[in-house]
DNA sequence: TTCAAACGTTGCGCTGTCGCAAATTACTTA
DNA sequence: TAAGTAATTTGCGACAGCGCAACGTTTGAA
């Protein structure tokens, strides 16, 4: 999907609040997603033609923690991670959000204020709506709420998994289920393996596995020279997942 | 069990818990509870005349992880925790439910099946609806999906934070900030401070805190010589709270 | 081309926490 | 009351992973 349909349009713009509307957002942008998926033509018309559709840089913030939930999002193209930052100023992710899913939806699990950051991982294409039309979507659109709240509940499902894996396995088991979980995810299948595809530092991965930067650069190393993973700077490239797999259940 | 049945006389479950029967069950019991607090009597008669109504004894499980999700409860008094068990057999809690919510509603995440295993912390009285009542409930009764809702927003925040907590904080500031949650959901004024109103143990406590119970005797112990908290046998008090947050928040 | 900033690697010492083991105390049941 | 079981305490050794520090590498801007 990557750099079809809408791309191409705006130019860099400022990432404080500049929202551009885009020239013409195609239906099939958004019929084949879950949340739409039982919608005709012209609901999904309708939908569209209250979006606001914007780019973000990798590394902008589509929201911030704790600040009034007033739109709603869908992730259409790039990968999000939702950060939570402690009051030392450390980062946590609790998740990511790959495309097609959507975010910020406070008002599905009555919050008036986001709960945690979302950042882009890598350029981004968003669409957002006013929080004003959830009740809307929700009342109208079948299949809507439904599907929100199997997104939230595979969420739910997610951090609890982050739970359990924190609470009982070592650093490199977390380090291994990650990539694993990356790759499922975003996984670019290239000549020597399956590649993260978007840029990931060691920093990035230590926020996930809740360890430091050195730790995740000591394990990287000597998984590369066990040739289970390739990496350039910001790039992983897992070469074999299956010894991921084994090393993830010891 | 089926239809207007209020006693705990139903057979299927497993565990070994004996069973109360109820007199017809309060309207009270209901009406001031979130979920069903905008009903007027007549709805909370009926939804209390569709309810079946079992005591658990303390380490009685109400419903267990990956079993099919047929019913959902609301917890009227005690307390339980919702565990989930790795594949090497510890066991990892994820939350603590106090009375007057709603658990195991694993339709409300689109889920067939519960996410996890739900224990009696301690002696619980448990109402149940089989999960068809669900979608009846939600359609019919005003408040009650916003409310429902709400609480799984507030757990999935809850859940958000034990990572953070894991990710960033050490063995004695986890246990702290354990203490500090359960005196404030099921605290209870003694002479010398505000005991946990259940019995747990120093196993419970690791379980809670990702650590193992040798090291929460020893955190226990610490603090008991310096007049922190007291505890007996599956018993603890909290003497000074206001020691415990600065402790959790170094 | 130069330079600075960001990212990554690696060695070393330290320590928080675990794991094991053994003893003690507190309940339960016969 | 005694025996048995569950919960707790405590000491000690081991080590995974952290923190620090120094250095190497890549990138992008001037």
Redesign the interface.
Known sequence: MRGTAICGTNSNMDTAAARTVFPRLDESLLSHLPPFSKLDRQQVRAILDLAVSRRYDAGASVFEEGSPADRFYMLLDGYVRVV?I???G?Q?T?LHIPAGQLLGI?K????EAY??TAIAAAESIVLSWPMGLWDKFVADYDGFA??T??T??N???E??T???E???QQVEQRVANALLRLISQTGRKVSNGIEIDFPITRQDLS?LT?TTLHTVSRVLSAWEKQGLVQSKRKRITVCDPHALVVLS?V
């Open positions: 939570r402690t009051p030392t450390e946590v609790a406070a599905a699990i009555g919050k709960p945690a439904t599907e709240y199997k939230i509940g969420r739910l499902g951090v609890n982050r739970v359990v924190m609470a009982t926020e809740a259940q």
